[in-house]
């Protein structure tokens, strides 16, 4: 009997309910049978995301000029694992990217398996909201597939060994068209509430539909095509629900936005939801990024520090003296309270996801935030710009998020030609959302991740410090390999250029 294993921590995983004990239960395909266990088979992909937000910083920010290796004379297998994704020399081989692959397939797998069993669901409500649920997780998992990995295997249900065994790789555009196909069923036929509430809290709304789709339109065309046109309308509806915020007063300061007191606030469209005590659903990231050997003064355990904040990305936040946003997202030293001293020696550290009162390791309370107002703020200037150049309304976006972060507003004469406008948005979408694996997306939709990744090689100080030189990135190796895992099972899958 083929069974399914799925968590009902996951429950608690996408709710603000405090008091919810998970649990973990085995149900066959057979007795899906009601409303109850056709939600569970949707709870099973939305905790199916763990996998790939564990992974994700290290085939996006590391990728970029955010971060980078702490250290460049580590031997460890890990170390240089991660030492390819960091300078483009990436080998099928490499476990982060098998484990990013593996994970984006097991949630598209677990979203299959809820298809077919919709029928059972006799709430009409319900049935529209898990199966717009299941369509929004497989589409986004499918746009980060094909970002990263270009032709991707496309797999709408389930499939025999046989089958799977000979699957080839889909053009980008069918990948796309699947993507858009999904999408659109979400949004046009409204299948997901405009919002989420109470103990769904967190789980994908009308709202997420619309910002990823729209983040489709201007990833997949140009901006004289229709339906790059057609985000600019998506993203205003995202706006006009979410309050359509004017200034900065409008918006969730800051530094509240990642306080585990605060989750679920006005600023977070969508997150991953994490919680602590021990539960098996704590976030992992404080662990991954605290300072190594720091004593239990930033956290306790043995963190890895990874994801180390680049001199690049500092510069720039250094820009804009008093940028309120700095300090949340990094740290520069840390205080030990044993010495009395100020530890600056390669100390810094992504501080976004840092939970100062996690007790055990591996299990922090951090959300972790996949779509935010700011973001669709800052995209809806972006499209405006390139469509019609700059306006008072895209100035007024803009200015919003730079108000809340404390640093001069532009004008209209600062930034009077499109060039500019594009140039200051993006620039401001660096410092809004960095270290959100957001950034390395956005170079590749720009078309600018060769040049700047070359750029950061040849300024940063760290890459001359190797006994050996550290080269310039090719446009083949902003993709990813296909794991060498999957030409063992099929040999006849084209791996990608260069690999």
Known sequence: MKKILYTIAALVAVSCNLNQVPFSQVVSNEYVKDDKSVENLVIGAYNSLYGVLYSEWAVTELRSNNARMRVNQSTSADSKLIEQLDQGTILTANSWVQDYWDACYKVISRANSVLPNLEVVEDPAKKAQFEGEVRFLRAWMYFNIVRLWGPAFIVTSKMGADEARHLQRSSEEDVYALIEQDLEAVVDGKLLPEKQ?????????????????????????????????????????????????????????????????????????????????????????????????????????????????SDN???????????????????????????????????????????????????????????????VMLLWAEVSNELNGPSDQAL??????????????????????????????????????????QWWFDLLRWGTAVSTVNSFFASEPFYGNYDYTVNPIQKWQTILPVPISVKNINKDVAQNPGY
């Open 396 to 437: 007024t976006l803009l200015n919003a998020v730079r108000q809340r972060a404390g640093i001069p507003v532009y004008t209209l004469a600062d930034l009077p030609a499109k060039y500019e406008f594009r140039e200051a948005v993006r620039k401001e979408r660096r410092l809004e959302l960095a270290l959100e694996n």
């Open 197 to 309: 509430s109470g103990n769904a809290l967190g789980r994908a709304d009308l709202r997420a539909a619309q910002a990823l789709l729209a983040k489709v339109y201007v990833t997949h065309y140009k901006a004289g095509e229709a339906k790059y046109a057609k985000a600019l309308d998506l993203l205003s509806e995202v706006l006009d629900a979410s309050g359509n915020p004017s200034s900065g007063a409008d918006l969730v300061p800051f530094n509240r936005i990642f306080a585990t007191d605060n989750e679920c606030n006005a600023e977070i469209i969508l997150a991953v939801r994490y919680r602590s005590g021990n539960l098996g659903i704590g976030s992992p990231f404080t662990t991954l990024y605290a300072p190594i050997n720091n004593g239990g003064n930033v956290a306790i355990g043995s963190p890895k520090h990874y994801n180390f904040p």
């Open 313 to 375: 990305l500092i510069a720039a936040f250094n820009e804009n003296p008093g940028d309120l946003r700095k300090d949340v997202t990094l740290q520069e030293s840390y205080y030990n309270a044993t010495t009395g001293q100020i530890v600056t020696n390669n100390a810094r550290y992504c501080n976004k996801f840092i939970d100062p009162n996690m007790t055990s390791e591996w299990d922090a309370e951090n959300d972790f935030p996949i779509i935010r107002l700011a973001d």
